[in-house]
């Protein structure tokens, strides 16, 4: 009883004052398991929607994804909600100012816009199969909670209706409704055979924003068996170690093990191609570069929409 008392105390001690134990643990115990994780099911060879929050999101999660549907003879478009005009660290880093202005942010938008096409260029995917939809970085879930009807103005960027050439629907407010037209116009051009979006259990809120609104898209189509999800912030400081370490599985994030897995393994020329892709994304590299790199593994990650969680 006492011996008890006592390591269940040594161990909420290590919890609180030494956390990259259990980190580590962690990271340490499921990539051992990744081997036995279900391999992808399914034929590559198939029109694939890829819907990201923000510029890099697609490399993260898909990248090995969106080379094997092309190499299988298959076609890739991808979505991009957001250009991530919210990230103030990163307008603080490239422009050397510790309180960036909301045109810094703007101008951020415009750089990872050309940033993604980079990026899509070297994972193969055509200029005409990018959609840019502009909506506000960090605001999302406000669209889909709160105003859906009425315009949201970012206080990053002051901005309360899409303003980047380039996009899909210039002018159009940023309301919740414009964001599912927008949607729902590109489902009705793309008919995909299969889309990739963010669970909902990710921590990100424009991740699980998009997730809901996917969710609520493809229910009402009948399409949810078209659906997989991945998951980019996992809790735990997932994944470890940060880092390149392309012989490393990519173990499945601690706010998603319990959901069912399935493992996309990827060669050697794949997971390069894949890193080449994410230095394409130089503004986010040069702040997240570790974090980035650790996404370069032996596999990826992705799970059916089986029993999807309730969409508020």
């Known amino acids: 009883m006492v011996l008890g008392l006592f390591l269940l105390l040594l161990l909420m001690a290590l919890v609180v004052n030494a956390p990259w134990l259990l980190q580590q643990g962690y990271a340490w115990y499921y990539r051992g398991r990744v081997s036995a994780l279900p391999p992808w099911e ?5 029109r694939l929607l890829v819907l990201a929050p923000h510029p890099d999101d697609e490399t993260l999660a898909a990248g090995g ?4 549907v092309q190499a299988a003879g298959g076609e890739v478009f991808i979505a991009w909600m957001t250009l991530g005009d919210g990230f103030q660290w990163d307008a603080a880093l490239l422009d050397r100012t510790l ?11 415009e750089r990872r816009l050309e940033e993604a096409k980079a990026a899509a260029h070297t994972l193969g995917v055509p200029e005409d199969h990018l959609f840019f ?34 996009t899909f629907s210039p002018g159009a407010p940023y309301t919740g409704k414009a964001w599912e037209t927008d949607l729902r116009r590109i489902l009705d051009q793309v008919a995909p055979d299969l889309v990739i979006a963010p669970a909902p259990e990710d921590a990100h809120a424009d991740h699980r924003a998009t997730g809901y609104m996917t969710l609520r898209l493809l229910g009402e189509r009948g399409w949810l068996s078209r659906l997989r999800f991945y998951i980019v912030h996992g809790g735990l400081e997932w994944p470890l170690p940060k880092g390149l370490h392309p012989g490393l599985y990519l173990e499945p994030p601690p706010r998603g093990r319990h959901l069912p897995w399935q493992r996309l393994d990827l060669t050697q020329a794949e997971e390069a191609t894949k890193l080449q ?18 996404f370069v593994r032996k596999n990826e990650l992705f799970t059916p929409a089986s029993n999807p969680p309730l969409v508020p």
Request: net charge positive.
């Open 277 to 294: 892709a994410l230095r394409a994304h130089r503004s986010q590299m040069e702040i997240l570069g570790r974090f980035m790199e650790a």
């Open 65 to 68: 994804l969106i080379q094997k």
């Open 99 to 109: 309180r960036p202005r909301p045109v810094d942010l703007r101008n951020l938008a």
């Open 133 to 166: 939809l502009g909506y506000p970085d960090r605001g999302l879930l406000r669209l889909f909670l709160e105003n859906f009807s009425t315009p949201y103005r970012s206080p990053a960027t002051h901005l309360d209706q899409v303003a980047y050439p380039g």
């Open 42 to 46: 399914g034929p590559l060879r198939l």
